[in-house]
């Protein structure tokens, strides 16, 4: 008997969405690198705000509302919905002020709605929410914090699931 095996959907949780299309950026192409280390063939991208912006400080120095928050967390939700895997991917550097308790306000409510939707785990860079374009930087040779001879093999090795519930993740 043979069966097709129904392709599965990566979900990367991202800060938020950038000034070009994605698939224009190395953010896009580092997490293609990711679906099959993931069980997966197809990408989904989310933000915890969307709210395009060039960079984090530009991010920071917008006016973030609770409408802009709850539109982001009706996205977020749908993108979670329609994902078999979830990958924390936000980036592990704080955003100040406003926009960064907003930010963890948003993490927060995301935790919970995996937890409530029944999703015990999700995908992180060496137990951390790294943004995917600083991959090649964290695993490049010259750091030596892995080894292996591609980005490919090096990323295998920091790529790794983390339960929710057991709090051994960085918050934002």
């Excluded at 995996?114 to 930087?137: D, T």
């Excluded at 964290?138 to 295998?156: I, M, N, S």
Aim: charged share 25%.
């Amino acid at each position: 008997m043979n069966t097709v095996k129904a392709p599965r959907t990566l979900c990367a949780v991202l800060l938020n969405p950038a000034l070009k299309p994605p698939t224009e950026t190395i953010t896009f192409r580092n997490l293609t690198s990711a679906l099959p280390l993931t069980g997966c063939d197809r990408l989904q991208l989310a933000n915890l705000l969307d709210t395009p912006t060039k960079d984090q400080k530009e991010l920071s120095r917008r006016d973030i509302t609770k409408n802009d928050a709850g539109r982001s967390r009706l996205l977020l939700q749908q993108a979670v919905d329609e994902a078999d895997e979830v990958l924390f991917a936000w980036g592990s550097g704080p955003t100040p002020g406003v926009v960064g308790a907003t930010l963890r306000e948003q993490e927060a409510w995301l935790r919970q709605y995996l937890q409530v939707s029944g999703i015990p785990r999700i995908w992180m860079i060496a137990g951390a929410p790294r943004h995917p374009s600083r991959w090649r930087q964290y695993v490049g040779p010259e750091k030596q914090r892995v080894h292996g001879a591609t980005f490919e093999e090096r990323l295998a090795k920091v790529l790794a699931v983390h339960f929710l519930t057991s709090g051994d993740m960085e918050p934002i």
